[in-house]
C-alpha cells in the first residue's frame, strides 16, 4: 500500500480531468446536501474527514461511463462520496457524472453557503428560499469563494473586495474587514487541505471484498453506551428495569428515539449539559441521575401529549429529533405554561438548521438560554434570536421543492393537513391519524402524488413531478392501492369528493385536469400552502 497526501483541489481536477474514476461495482451518489454541507463545515474547522482508497488496476477494469478512450490512472474505491460532494461544491462536473441536465439540478440542490454573519455553528447551510431571499453578501456561495483565479492577486483583490462590501451592509459585528476577509479566506483555503490517498495494487476480488468490508454495516459504541454503562455499574437495575422499559414504551408510542437522545435529556434536565463528558462527576451517583430521571420521564410523557395536540405522533415525520431535548427542558421548567410559543420556536429552528451541524455546541447554548430566563415567552424569544437575524415568511418556492429533500417541507405541509381535519382517503372517511373517534398510535402518514408520475410521464422534470405542491398526505393503507394512474381514475374509483380534496387544499376540477396545465396548477397550490403556512406561523407564534 501506498500513501500520499493529496490537496483538494487537486482531487476535484482528477475527478473532472478523468484521471480517476469509479469502476462500475461503486453505486452512484446517494449523499445528502446535509452531508456536503457538514464535508465543508469539517474542512473549514480542521476536523479530519477521513482518507480515500484508490486502485491500481494491473488489468482492464469495466468503468461505470466512459465516453473518451483516456485510461483512467487510478479508481476510486472508497471516498466516491466525499469525491463527489467536493466537486458539487467547487461547481465541476466529475467526470463520472451521468448528465449534464442532471448536475444542473444537483447543484441547485446542493446549493451550500457561508453564513459570514455568525460567530458560531453552523458556519455553513444548505440555502433555501428563505436563505435566497436574504439581500446582500451574507450567505456566500462557496462555489464562489472555491474558484481558482489563475492570478492568486486577483483572487485576493476580490475577496478583499467581499469584504469591504460586507462591512457597509453592516454585517458582522465586532470585526473589521481584515477579519472578515480572514473568514472568507479560511474557506478559501480548504483547497489547499489536504485528504490521505492510500493506493492498492490487488487483484479485481480482493478489491471487491475491501469495498464491501469498507462499506458494511458495523456495529457502533456510542458515548451514551459507556456512559450508561457508568450508571448501571454505579446504580445496578435502574438502566434495566427503568430506562430501558420507559424508552420501549416511547417506541411503541411512535417516538423511536434512540438511547442518546433519551439520555441527553436526563442530563440536560439533572445538570444543564448535553455533553456527557462536561457533566460532573458526582451526577452519575445513584441519588442524582435517579433525581434527575424522575424529573425527565414525565416530561416527555407530557412532551408526546402536547405534540399529538397538533397532529405529531411519530418520531418520523420530524425535521429534527435534536430539538426535542430543548423541548424537553422548556417543558420541565415551565410546565403549566401554554405550549404553542415553544412549538413556534421548533418549526422554526427546524426550518433553518439549528442543529444541522454541532448539535451538542447548539443545545447547551439553548439550556443556558432556558436556564437564564424566568418564563416561557422570555426564553422562547432568547431561542429564536439565535436561529436567524429575521425570520422572512415562508414562500411558494418552499413549496415547489422535492418532497423527498425538504423534511420541513414535508412535516409543515402535514400539520397544515392535520390542522385543517382532513379526512384521509379510504372508504371509512376517517380523520387522517384516527380510527373512528380513537387517535392512532405511530400514525403514519404517506406522502402521496395527487398526479402521479407515470401520468405526467417524460412532460415535466423529476423535480416538477416531485414538488411538494404535488403531494397529498394520506394513510398507509389507502395509499397501498391507489395505482399509478391518472387523478380522475383512482378519485372516482376511491369516492374522493371534492370536500376531501379541499381538506388538502386541492381545488378545482382535478380529475379532468390535462398534462400541460399541471405546471399552472402546482404552481398556484404552492402558493396556497406557502400562505396557509404563515397563517398557521403567525397564529402560534402570536406575541412573539
Not at 427503568?242 to 442518546?260: K, M, R, T, V
Not at 374509483?493 to 380534496?501: E, F
Request: aromatic residues 10%; glycine residues 6%; contains cysteine.
Amino acid at each position: 500500500m501506498a500513501h500520499e497526501a493529496v490537496k483538494v483541489a487537486d482531487i476535484v481536477d482528477r475527478a473532472v480531468n478523468h484521471a480517476w474514476s469509479v469502476p462500475e461495482f461503486q453505486r452512484g451518489f446517494v449523499w445528502k446536501a446535509a452531508q456536503a454541507r457538514d464535508l465543508i463545515e469539517s474542512l473549514w474547522l480542521n476536523y479530519p474527514i477521513g482518507s480515500i482508497l484508490m486502485w491500481d488496476s494491473h488489468g482492464p477494469v469495466v468503468e461505470r461511463l466512459a465516453s473518451d478512450s483516456q485510461k483512467p490512472a487510478l479508481w476510486l474505491v472508497d471516498g466516491q462520496q466525499r469525491t463527489t460532494a467536493l466537486c458539487i461544491l467547487f461547481g465541476r462536473k466529475p467526470y463520472w457524472w451521468p448528465s449534464q441536465d442532471t448536475w444542473e439540478k444537483i447543484r441547485t440542490r446542493f446549493d451550500v453557503r457561508f453564513d459570514v454573519h455568525t460567530k458560531e455553528p453552523p458556519y455553513f447551510v444548505v440555502a433555501n428560499a428563505a436563505i435566497r431571499k436574504v439581500k446582500g453578501h451574507r450567505y456566500v456561495p462557496v462555489s464562489s469563494l472555491l474558484v481558482l483565479d489563475i492570478e492568486r492577486e486577483k483572487d485576493a483583490k476580490a475577496l478583499q473586495d467581499l469584504a469591504k462590501d460586507i462591512k457597509l451592509e453592516g454585517l458582522c459585528d465586532g470585526m473589521d474587514s481584515m477579519e472578515v476577509y480572514s473568514r472568507l479566506d479560511r474557506v478559501r483555503k480548504i483547497r489547499d487541505k489536504e485528504m490521505v490517498k492510500i493506493t492498492v495494487d490487488h487483484d479485481l476480488e480482493d478489491v471487491v471484498e475491501i469495498f464491501g468490508r469498507l462499506n458494511s454495516r458495523g456495529t457502533r459504541v456510542t458515548e451514551a453506551d459507556i456512559y450508561l454503562g457508568i450508571v448501571a455499574g454505579r446504580n445496578p437495575g435502574w438502566v434495566k428495569d427503568s430506562f430501558l422499559p420507559y424508552l420501549n414504551q416511547l417506541e411503541n408510542a411512535g417516538y423511536d428515539i434512540g438511547p442518546n437522545l433519551l439520555f441527553r435529556s436526563v442530563t440536560a434536565i439533572g445538570a444543564g449539559k448535553v455533553r456527557f463528558s462536561e457533566v460532573p462527576e458526582d451526577f452519575w451517583n445513584p441519588a442524582k441521575v435517579t433525581a434527575a430521571w424522575e424529573r425527565a420521564k414525565p416530561t416527555w410523557t407530557k412532551l408526546l401529549m402536547r405534540l399529538n395536540e397538533y397532529g405529531v405522533m411519530t418520531s418520523r415525520v420530524l425535521p429534527t429529533e435534536n430539538a426535542l431535548v430543548t423541548l424537553a427542558s422548556l417543558i420541565e421548567k415551565f410546565p403549566t405554561e401554554e405550549f404553542r410559543h415553544a412549538f413556534y420556536w421548533f418549526l422554526q429552528a427546524s426550518r433553518f438548521g439549528r442543529y444541522s451541524a454541532a448539535a451538542n455546541t447548539a443545545l447547551e447554548e439553548d439550556l443556558k438560554d432556558i436556564s437564564d430566563s424566568k418564563d416561557l415567552k422570555s426564553a422562547t424569544q432568547k431561542l429564536l434570536a439565535r436561529i436567524s437575524a429575521g425570520l422572512p415568511p415562508m414562500t411558494d418556492e418552499d413549496f415547489l421543492r422535492d418532497y423527498g429533500d425538504s423534511r420541513f417541507g414535508r412535516f409543515m405541509l402535514y400539520l397544515l393537513v392535520y390542522k385543517n381535519r382532513a379526512q384521509d382517503w379510504d372508504k371509512e372517511k376517517h380523520r387522517l391519524g384516527f380510527h373512528g373517534q380513537e387517535m392512532l398510535e405511530d400514525f403514519q402518514p404517506q406522502w402521496h402524488h395527487i398526479f402521479p408520475r407515470k401520468f405526467l410521464g417524460a412532460a415535466y422534470g423529476e423535480e416538477m413531478i416531485d414538488a411538494l405542491g404535488n403531494i397529498a398526505v394520506i394513510g398507509p393503507e389507502i395509499n397501498i392501492r391507489i395505482s399509478n394512474k391518472a387523478p380522475m381514475k383512482y378519485i372516482d374509483k376511491y369516492g374522493i369528493d371534492a370536500g376531501r380534496l379541499e381538506q388538502q387544499f386541492i381545488t378545482g376540477p382535478v380529475e379532468q385536469m390535462t398534462v400541460d396545465k399541471y405546471e399552472g396548477w402546482v404552481k398556484a397550490r404552492a402558493s396556497t400552502l406557502a400562505d396557509k403556512a404563515n397563517e398557521f406561523l403567525a397564529e402560534i407564534g402570536e406575541g412573539l
